[in-house]
């Protein structure tokens, strides 16, 4: 009995141990970077999946299947041949819709300064509190903001905690880390798009990602009619958005990966709800009017 129990004990340790939130897959490209070294890409490109996917990034145990998928591709665009690398990276997050076989997108980002060192055998160590490398700080930023807009997207302004977390990266990387971290560095970086996420101003579009996905694509499966309308009740609330923001990161980054899936699913709807959902649509987010115009067809 005592060695049964023991063993017991023994498998819930080790599956908490691997009860990590993220799923991450990495690839590294340095297509045209004649002196690469693949041996070392293939080292760093080990060194961050597993820091991304091994490190706890939360409190809470997530089971195999609640763990998040997420995509990085670092291209790399110079090496100076020892540790130093110049970058730009490609994140992408998502999250299963109920019932379905279907994953949507939470997060497509383009990271266009995503510079740092690194050598073979470097431990990836890293604080939320301290700035150690800009490489665990990039990484951490990510992981807790993917994080906080999978929380958003189940409970309303669910991820607040993780964008705080993640203001805490930007704070103590702004002296120490590359660029990105800092509101001079540009308009479309890490520093404006963890503002936007923690703004009041866009507490609105994050209640939408909260109806939109747990009131509204959750519910196609069992009720689609019901989940059309929560959808539809989503984006009229979004009238009220402060037209002034439309230029900002976080409406111009959600609405770029949002923009064909919200068509596609609202072409379910009767003509004069997707005539109204287009007006809406294009009056909120200009830049992807051509992506709505399919809701302008009857059925």
Request: aromatic share 12%; charged share 20%; glycine share 6%.
């Amino acid at each position: 009995m005592k060695k049964t129990i023991g063993l017991l004990l023994m498998a819930f340790a080790v599956f908490a141990a691997n009860a990590q939130e993220l799923n991450t897959r990495v690839q590294i490209l340095a297509p045209t970077i004649t002196n690469a070294n693949r041996r070392n890409l293939d080292v760093l490109q080990t060194a961050i999946r597993d820091f991304l996917n091994n490190n706890k990034w939360t409190t809470e145990t997530y089971l195999p299947q609640e763990k998040i998928d997420c995509n990085l591709v670092i291209n790399i665009t110079a090496w100076d041949g020892n540790s130093s690398y110049t970058g730009e990276a490609q994140i992408q997050s998502s999250r299963p819709v109920y019932g379905s076989s279907y994953s949507t997108t939470l997060l497509n980002m383009s990271d266009k300064d995503f510079s740092f060192a690194f050598s073979e055998g470097q431990s990836l160590d890293f604080s939320d509190q301290n700035f150690i490398s800009n490489l665990s700080s990039l990484l951490g930023f990510y992981a807790y903001t993917i994080i906080g807009l999978d929380k958003d997207s189940f409970s309303k302004l669910g991820g607040t905690a993780y964008y705080q977390k993640a203001q805490n990266l930007v704070n103590v990387a702004q002296t120490a880390g590359g660029k990105g971290w800092r509101p001079s560095d540009g308009l479309r970086n890490r520093y404006w798009l963890n503002e936007n996420l923690l703004n009041n101003s866009f507490k609105g579009l994050r209640t939408f990602i909260y109806e939109y996905h747990l009131e509204g694509l959750d519910q196609l499966q069992e009720n689609s009619s019901n989940g059309l309308k929560n959808i539809l009740s989503a984006l009229s609330a979004l009238r009220q958005f402060d037209k002034q923001k439309l230029g900002s990161i976080f409406p111009n980054v959600y609405f770029a990966a949002k923009a064909e899936e919200i068509t596609n699913v609202l072409s379910m709807a009767d003509f004069q709800d997707k005539n109204k959902a287009y007006n809406l649509l294009v009056d909120i987010d200009p830049p992807n009017t051509t992506k709505y115009d399919g809701l302008k067809k009857r059925n």
